[in-house]
């Protein structure tokens, strides 16, 4: 694609430093993210996939999280080189992100209403003084907030706590909260694992939405195919620390190329079509305190050959895929 | 085999000097499983799919109703009961993590049933419980492991082989394989599959996701409040649901594919509290169905609408 990235993860590593040793949780990793676009990441446990997205608002504790080396990209700012002063600046004005627990991010002391003008009145000290606006302006505008996430009764509400409200209500606090600051980019870190299918369902839509209506970019975490099949427009594919493979949705469901995007697709009951057998994927996740070398998915894959110990190079074998395995790399460059 | 007649669970949640408060987890419930039969219980949280599967093996006291296993009434339970029951059915929860003691090695866990029921000690209990993890696909390596040295797939596959270790007739397994990644989850959920044919075995499946009853289940039953709303063939709920309730269900579930099917709008608001029951059908509050006059005032009972399917709703009656 020709068109410049709005974000852009660059050659990024992370290492821990743990008592155990150093793990290395994420491994040269390439993610560009497009204007308007509604980009997945997918992977199991400890693929990396909450890391990657944390460290682009530098939200993980240092120590022990040590980015080792790249960049993240944003409006001409490498937001890895930002002090905590300035990056502060840019959280929920540029980049916003809502998590999978929302109880945990609300404070149950303090009225889901009070929270939400906080949040606007925080963003206005940024603000140059004549732009700013008042505590009663900012109730305003927490209503609007409110109404534009489809909370039932916005008024009733505005004065509840927390504990009262449902799970789905919680999540659309949060991400009116997300809202307040007009990011150019929202990022859900499993933002509806917490909630029945049916809420579920509720808030992707909501999501949908402000995708449609407000032009929003959004980065979605999940191990979910179903909830990326049904918002994003592309996937990256995750695997150990490692970016496996990135393409768009149609070309990552309907012709998936590497082998660790083929055994989850095999792995995942489909609610219609009764497949006779799922297929799992043999073996377990490499530890990271001592990954292997090369490929991190070698020991568990199908068409693992001697190459693999050396890093796969990334090969683009099309505009809309991407994909890092010496099966696609060699026949297109031997 | 198993036989549940008009099943309740109801919980005081009253606290002192304030008004009575009974939570109705499961109200009114009546199921019957086969010999061999796997049938998915379905249901959001807070449904009473989970109260059920405990109550069976009163792990939760119960208000009222009965459970037969294999004609052999469990309620009201005796110290003698107890022990029948425990041998003819096991539980698999969903958190393998919690399920075992931290403190005991595999062999101990496992081991536990064999040595409260049979007379199996010393090396014949060893080779038994190796036997043991090996129909579950675990080397004998394991037999002095801690669960803290096993990951998740390999805790919930100790689990199964206790809860297998006394040849029970039913399992119930309560969201077995939530907790674990999707393709630990596949292998988790072809076992079981190979399990249930190899001992004959009777499933009672909980879970919320039904992709996976789906592909495990001959049978469902969907739960909504505390009471079944449809009951039947799993191909018959999943092409032609008659329920609002479980259309409303499998509308919601996103699919791993490219092309989206079309969709209805989702169901709106959130599951009433079960201490208040709305009046009438319960489901009549987030219903797109709802006929005034009809459903806020009156509840609809399960009926039969075939041999092997039973749904309640006043649209089918």
Redesign the interface.
């Known amino acids: 694609m020709t068109d410049q990235p709005l974000l852009s993860i660059r050659d990024f590593s992370l290492d821990f430093d743990t008592f155990d040793g150093v793990y290395h949780a994420i491994d040269d990793v390439n993610i560009d993210l497009h204007t308007g676009e509604a980009l997945g990441i997918v992977g199991e446990t400890g693929c990396g996939k909450s890391v990657t997205a944390k460290s682009i608002l530098q939200l993980l504790p240092s120590p022990p999280a040590r980015v080792t080396s790249g960049e993240i990209w944003l409006d001409g700012e490498n937001f890895l080189t930002l002090d905590a002063k300035s990056i502060q600046k840019k959280r929920g004005i540029d980049v916003s992100m809502i998590f999978q627990d929302p109880m945990t991010y609300l404070n149950p002391v303090f009225t889901i209403g009070q929270q939400l003008v906080d949040v606007i009145l925080a963003h206005q000290r940024l603000k140059p003084v004549g732009n700013r606006i008042n505590k009663a302006a900012a109730k305003t505008r927490a209503m609007e907030l409110l109404e534009r996430v489809r909370l039932p009764n916005p008024e009733r509400q505005f004065d509840s706590y927390p504990h009262e409200l449902s799970g789905g209500m919680r999540q659309r606090i949060l991400i009116a909260q997300a809202l307040s600051g007009h990011p150019k980019i929202l990022i859900a870190d499993e933002p509806t694992t917490a909630l029945d299918v049916t809420i579920q369902a509720q808030i992707l839509d909501l999501i949908k939405d402000l995708i449609n209506e407000l032009g929003l970019s959004v980065v979605l975490i999940t191990h979910d195919l179903g909830v990326v099949a049904s918002i994003c427009t592309r996937v990256v594919i995750m695997y150990a620390g490692q970016v496996v493979e990135d393409a768009s949705v149609n070309e990552i469901f309907d012709n998936p190329k590497h082998p660790y995007t083929k055994g989850l697709l095999a792995a995942v009951p489909h609610p219609t079509q009764r497949a006779s057998t799922l297929t799992g994927i043999p073996g377990n996740l490499p530890n990271l305190l001592d990954p292997p070398s090369g490929c991190r998915f070698r020991e568990r894959c199908p068409l693992v050959r001697e190459k693999c110990s050396e890093r796969p190079r990334w090969t683009t074998l099309s505009d809309y895929h991407g994909i890092a395995c010496w099966e696609f790399s060699e026949s297109k460059h031997a | 085999m198993l036989d549940i007649k008009d099943l309740k669970v109801h919980f005081d949640t009253s606290k002192p000097l304030k008004r009575k408060t009974i939570v109705k987890a499961v109200n009114g419930v009546n199921l019957s499983l086969a010999k061999g039969d796997a049938l998915g219980l379905v249901g959001?949280?807070g449904s009473g799919k989970s109260t059920i599967g405990k109550a069976i093996l009163h792990l939760v006291p119960i208000t009222n109703g009965s459970i037969k296993i294999d004609g052999f009434e469990t309620n009201p339970l005796s110290r003698k009961i107890e022990r029948e029951l425990r041998r003819r059915a096991q539980m698999i929860f969903q958190d393998p993590h919690s399920a075992l003691n931290p403190r005991l090695p595999v062999l101990r866990s496992v081991a536990e049933p064999l040595v409260l029921h049979t007379d199996l000690r010393g090396s014949e209990l060893r080779t038994k419980v190796a036997e043991l993890l090996e129909t579950v696909g675990l080397p004998s390596q394991f037999l002095y492991r801690y669960p803290h040295e096993l990951?998740g797939g390999q805790k919930q596959r100790v689990c199964i082989a206790r809860a297998i270790a006394l040849n029970p007739d039913l399992l119930i397994l309560d969201e077995p394989t939530s907790a674990l990644?999707?393709?630990?989850?596949?292998?988790?959920?072809?076992f079981l599959k190979e399990l249930q044919i190899k001992f004959s075995l009777s499933f009672l499946f909980i879970s919320?996701?039904?992709?996976?009853i789906?592909?495990l289940c001959n049978r469902v039953a969907v739960m909504y409040l505390g009471e079944i709303v449809e009951e039947g063939l799993t191909t018959d709920i999943?092409h032609s649901p008659k329920h609002p309730y479980t259309q409303?269900?499998?509308?919601?579930?996103?699919?791993?594919?490219?092309e989206?099917p079309d969709?209805e709008?989702?169901?709106?608001?959130?599951?009433p509290s079960p201490v208040d029951l709305p009046i009438g059908c319960n489901f009549s509050t987030r219903c797109p169905k709802m006929m005034k006059g009809t459903c806020e005032t009156t509840s609809p009972i399960l009926s039969e609408l075939s041999k092997t399917r039973k749904v309640a709703c006043h649209l089918h009656s």
């Open positions: 959001e949280s990951s990644d999707v393709s630990v989850q596949a292998q988790i959920l072809e919320h996701d039904l992709s996976v789906r592909h999943f409303a269900l499998l509308n919601a579930v996103p699919f791993p594919q490219a989206q969709r709008a989702p169901l709106t608001g959130d599951i």
